[in-house]
Each structure stands twice: as structure tokens, then as C-alpha cells.
């Protein structure tokens, strides 16, 4: 029972995916779809260069190819978040390494347009880790509690560095920031998606093939060292890949909120707490759920809804229940 | 097998010592028990023997080599820990925190192999907890939680077992049967056991040999049946007590 419960979630992506190409504004029928990709593929048959092609290989494929990696990168830093921090309420954006990712990207744009993107963003979302857990940390623990408010913290303090950027650029690249802060597939591209592989190399495979030390590391830092485990080292391990993906999934589509959070839940539900399965259960789940909402933000209204909002519209009663569910146990230690 | 000499240790900012220069044996094969009161130390000496806490004089010994540089890795492979209390974040199988205990022998970037499964599946029929492979630790009972505690520290493969009041949330019949589980597994494995108990009547019956603590103190090592005296208990708890023997086996009771 389980083991079809997982391999339909490492499926998802490619379902989700397969209808997020034939849905849009745009009609495409889900037959063409499959010519089209078989024909970029294989070459089998000619259909000439009907509008369709366009739609389908230019605009669609990429957005949700980067909708995906972006899911997955997010999801995959929230469970690993989650399990070295052994909290369940944490996520990417709680810490605060969104925020700093984005002050990252943000004074990039505004003022050093030479230096990469990404580069920036993960110097920032470093920083902003790192600050919230020295500030949470106290005896050598981090309590539940203290670690969320000190995110909070963070977060708000690199959102008003973002404020003050946006107040000092001129007005052509403040349009660009705030745009891009949203958080927003719209101008997924191919170069885009090459880009995000590199999340997806530095990030996202680190984490998978480091899975397992998870189950160890969530049980606590005396109890893991006991166990022969270097808990600093692999902390730093751990905490360098997910911000790596995390800063590189901001710098494409600006911050996304709350699927770091709520994916991995899912998945523990549906699946059990074992890292080995959790973590890449996580990735395709992340996947599924990032290219399905970014599909109903293109195609629930006339124009583009950022997906940003979408996600917060998800997650935010997500986390309330998961507050009330865990009820006291989920502030304790 | 394990050896401490004059073992001293102060919490950082403290100006008293907790451990005020602990010295024993403990030979392989066989358990012994650290004996103390309340706030005497015990836990503190297994941190430090564990490397979590640093000794700032003395020296610890296993197999004559000093343990005081090796990383957390190699001390794993020598020092298996069956911690006091314990709750993990998240609902994981008695399996898989068993299989946690195998964290020293795998290497960072990997995940346990089949060699490392197998010796999970058999440390559980050797504690006798197969059925309950699948259960959750989080829904277990006391008794079996030490009882997976015991496994995990089984699959660990280290030379030394330490024991951190194991029993210490059992019922009668599970301290009994955990202590003549954790015998027979120093017995047949010739592991060294050190661990720590509260009741001096489980202490002789269960171990080989006895140490006695008092804020931070050695005050006796021995023979259970030899130093576990009327006059010790007196000096060490301040109550009164009465020993007996019943068929060859002394008995402290309290006298009311
Ligand atoms: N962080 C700390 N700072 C200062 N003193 C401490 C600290 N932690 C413990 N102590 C002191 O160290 C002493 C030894 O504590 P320890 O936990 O080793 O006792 P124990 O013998 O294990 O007791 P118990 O039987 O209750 O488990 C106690 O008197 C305690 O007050
Ligand atoms: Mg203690």
C-alpha cells in the first residue's frame, strides 16, 4: 500500500505536468500536446510550424519544467529544514531564507547588475540561516519556539533591507524588483530553466544522496553525536544545500511561500517520517504541487495571478492547522 | 577493558567540580553499576566518557588506548549509549531507529546496505522485539522503547554499553527482564556494561561489580554483596536499613 502510494507520487509530476501543457488560454488539445513533444523528441512526423509548437515547446514546457524544479528545490530544503532542526514548522520562508535571498536579488538588480543573481541570493540567504539560528540557539538546543520567532525576526529585518532597495532604484528597475518579489513563473524561459539546474546539482542531489543522515540528525544533537555523527559538519552540510536551492529557486521566480512547509507533511502522512523516502517523495511531490498551482494562477482569471499568492492562500490555514492538530507538543522541545 | 583515572569535571562558569576525581574498571564481559544519589554524577560521567562534555583533568581508557582526541565516529564504534529519556520529533518504525545505530559504519553521502538491514533484523530477535518492526517508537511502550534503545546500541557493534538508568520507567517485571536482558548480552557478546541504577537490590543481584558515588565522590568499589553495607547506605542516603539473606543473596530493606 504504501509502495503505491509512492510511486504514484514520483509519477505526479509527469501527470501534472502533462495537463498544465494542454491547459491555458490558449487551446491546445491534450492529442496535439503528444504529437508535439514527440515530434521535438523523436522527429516521427511533420506538423509544420503551427502556433500550437510555439505555445507548447516556447511558453508552456519551460514554465512548468521550472514550476517543477522549483517545487521540488523548496519542498526538498523544507524537509531537510525540518528534519535538522527537528521541527515541523519550518520551511524555507519561516527562516527567513527567502527574505534574505531576496535582498540578495533584490540589490543585485537595483545596483551590481554585473555580479550573478544567484550568487547574491545565496550570500544573503546564508546570512539569514545563519542569523536565526545563533539568535534561537541557547545551551547548545533549539527549541521550537525561539527558532520561529528568530525566522520572523530575520525575515522581517531582510524585508525592510528589500524596502529600502526598492526605495533607492530608479523607477525602471524598481517595476522589475517588485514584479519579480511577488513571486511568479510568468517569465519562465528555457535560459531560466537551465539556470534552476544548478539548484537542482548543487541543491537537490547533496540532499538526496545525504538523506538517510536525517533520521539521525532529527533525533537531537546529543543523542546524534552518540551515534558517531559530526552534527556540526553535516549541520553546515545541510544547511549550505538547501539555501543553495533556495536561493536559486528565488532568484527565478522571486519567493514563493509555504510549499517548503506543507509538502513534506503531505508526503510524512501519506508515506511515513523515514528520510530515505520522504526526501525524494518530497521533491516529486513538491513538483506536482508547485506546477499545479502555477497552472490555476495562469488559468483562473484572464491574466496571470502570481503564484506566490496562490501558495499563501494554501498555506496559511495549512499552518494553523497543523498548530492546532499538534496543539502544545509542537512548541515543546 | 574501560578505564578512568581521576576524572574531574566543572560546568563552564562554575567554580565547584561535579566530578571530583572518579577512578574504575570495568572488565569486558561483565556489567557494573554506578550507584549515587540524586545530582551525584552519574550522568555527568557518562557525558564525559561519551566525549560530550570535556574532562579537564584525568584520563579515559579503553584497551589502554586514551580516548580523549577521537572523533565522534570512532567513539561511537567503542561507546554504545542507551540514553535516559528520549522522544524524537517524528513517528519513525522500531526498524528504523534501530537502523540508526549504524550511522558510524555509513558514510555521509550514503544510505544503509543490505549488510546494515540484516543486522538490524537480527538485533531485534535478539532483544525479542520482531513484531514490532513496523510500529511506530512513538506509540510504544516504555519497556519496549529500552528494549529498541538496546537493539540499536546492539547494531552499533561497540566493545562498551553504557546504560543510563535503564529501568528507571518499568514496571516489576519489565526491570527485571530488561536487567537479564542486558546480562545475558554482556554475557554472550562479551560486552562491557556500564550502567547506572537507583535500587541497591537490583545493583547486586544484576552486576559483577558495584561503584558508589557521592556528590562527584568515589566512596566504594567492589563486590556488590561485599560493599553494599548497612553503614553505606547510612553514610551515602542518610536513612536507616536493615540487611538480610535470602538463599545466599543479601537484602537491604529500609527500617521505618
Ligand atoms: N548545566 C549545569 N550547570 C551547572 N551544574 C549542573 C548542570 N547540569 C547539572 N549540574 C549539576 O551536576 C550535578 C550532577 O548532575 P547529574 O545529572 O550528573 O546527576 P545524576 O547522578 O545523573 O542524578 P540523577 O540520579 O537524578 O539522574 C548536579 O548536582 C547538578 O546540579
Ligand atoms: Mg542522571
Known amino acids: ?333 | 577493558m574501560l578505564n578512568l583515572k581521576e576524572v574531574y569535571f566543572r560546568h563552564k562558569n562554575q567554580t565547584t567540580d561535579v566530578l571530583k576525581g572518579i577512578s574504575f574498571n570495568a572488565e569486558k564481559g561483565s556489567i557494573t553499576t554506578i550507584l549515587g544519589p540524586n545530582g551525584s554524577g552519574k550522568t555527568t560521567l557518562f557525558k564525559c566518557i561519551t566525549g560530550l562534555w570535556k574532562y579537564y583533568k584525568g584520563e579515559i581508557k579503553v584497551d589502554r588506548v586514551s580516548i580523549d582526541k577521537l572523533s565522534f565516529k570512532k567513539r561511537a564504534r567503542l561507546f554504545s549509549v542507551v540514553p535516559q529519556e528520549h522522544e524524537p520529533p517524528f513517528p519513525y518504525s522500531v526498524f528504523d531507529v534501530v537502523l540508526m545505530g549504524r550511522a558510524s559504519y555509513i558514510g555521509v553521502f550514503s544510505s544503509p546496505s543490505k549488510k546494515d538491514y540484516e543486522k538490524a533484523e537480527t538485533a531485534l530477535k535478539t532483544v525479542g522485539i520482531e513484531h514490532l518492526k513496523n510500529i511506530p517508537y512513538t506509540k510504544i511502550s516504555g519497556g519496549e522503547r529500552q528494549l529498541t534503545l538496546i537493539a540499536r546500541a546492539i547494531v552499533q557493534e561497540s566493545p562498551v554499553m553504557l546504560l543510563d538508568e535503564p529501568i528507571s520507567h518499568l514496571d516489576f517485571r519489565n526491570q527485571i527482564n530488561i536487567l537479564k536482558k542486558i546480562k545475558e548480552i554482556a554475557l554472550i557478546r562479551g560486552i562491557t556494561v556500564v550502567m547506572t541504577l537507583h535500587d541497591p537490590n537490583l545493583a547486586s543481584l544484576f552486576s559483577d561489580k558495584v561503584v558508589v558515588i557521592n556528590s562527584g565522590s568515589k566512596v566504594a568499589e567492589g563486590l556488590p554483596k561485599e560493599i553494599i553495607t548497612e553503614d553505606l547506605i547510612k553514610r551515602v542516603y542518610d536513612i536507616e536499613v536493615k540487611k538480610a539473606d535470602i538463599d545466599g543473596q543479601s537484602i537491604i530493606c529500609p527500617v521505618l
Open chain 1, 1 to 333: 500500500m504504501k509502495t503505491i502510494k509512492a510511486i504514484l507520487i514520483l509519477l505526479s509530476p509527469i501527470f501534472v505536468g502533462w495537463f498544465a501543457l494542454f491547459l491555458g488560454a490558449y487551446e491546445v488539445t491534450p492529442l496535439m500536446v503528444l504529437k508535439i513533444l514527440l515530434n521535438e523528441t523523436l522527429h516521427i512526423f511533420e506538423i509544420g510550424d503551427i502556433p500550437e509548437k510555439a505555445i507548447v515547446i516556447d511558453i508552456r514546457l519551460p514554465r512548468v519544467i521550472l514550476a517543477g524544479i522549483v517545487g521540488a528545490c523548496l519542498s526538498g530544503a523544507g524537509v531537510t529544514l525540518q528534519g535538522i532542526f527537528r521541527n515541523p514548522l519550518v520551511d524555507p520562508f519561516i527562516l527567513g531564507i527567502s527574505a534574505g535571498a531576496a535582498f540578495g536579488c533584490a540589490i543585485t538588480i537595483g545596483f551590481l547588475s554585473n555580479i550573478p543573481i544567484q550568487f547574491m541570493a545565496f550570500v544573503f540567504a546564508v546570512s539569514a540561516v545563519v542569523i536565526a539560528y545563533t539568535v534561537a540557539r541557547t545551551q547548545g538546543e533549539v527549541s521550537r519556539l525561539p527558532l520561529i520567532l528568530s525566522g520572523v525576526i530575520v525575515s522581517a529585518f531582510f524585508t525592510a533591507l528589500v524596502s529600502i532597495v526598492k526605495f533607492l532604484v530608479d523607477p525602471h528597475k524598481l517595476q522589475s524588483i517588485v514584479y519579480w518579489l511577488i513571486g511568479s513563473f510568468s517569465l519562465a524561459d528555457w535560459k531560466a530553466v537551465k539556470v534552476s539546474f544548478v539548484g537542482v546539482i548543487l541543491g537537490i542531489l547533496p540532499i538526496f544522496l545525504m538523506r538517510w543522515r536525517l533520521n539521525v540528525m532529527s533525533m537531537g544533537e546529543e543523542e546524534a553525536k552518540a551515534l558517531g555523527v559530526n552534527v556540526l559538519r553535516e549541520r553546515v552540510l545541510f544547511i549550505g544545500f538547501s539555501t543553495l536551492a533556495v536561493a536559486v529557486a528565488t532568484s527565478l521566480c522571486g519567493i514563493i511561500g509555504w510549499v517548503g512547509l506543507m509538502v513534506p507533511h503531505l508526503v510524512r502522512m501519506l508515506t511515513g517520517p523515514d528520510h530515505k523516502t520522504l526526501v525524494p517523495l518530497s521533491f516529486a511531490a513538491g513538483a506536482s504541487f508547485m506546477i499545479a498551482a502555477d497552472t490555476i494562477s495562469r488559468t483562473l482569471t484572464s491574466f496571470d495571478i502570481p503564484v506566490g499568492i496562490i501558495t499563501a492562500l494554501t498555506g496559511a490555514p495549512f499552518f494553523i492547522y497543523l498548530m492546532k492538530r499538534s496543539g502544545k507538543e509542537a512548541w515543546g522541545k
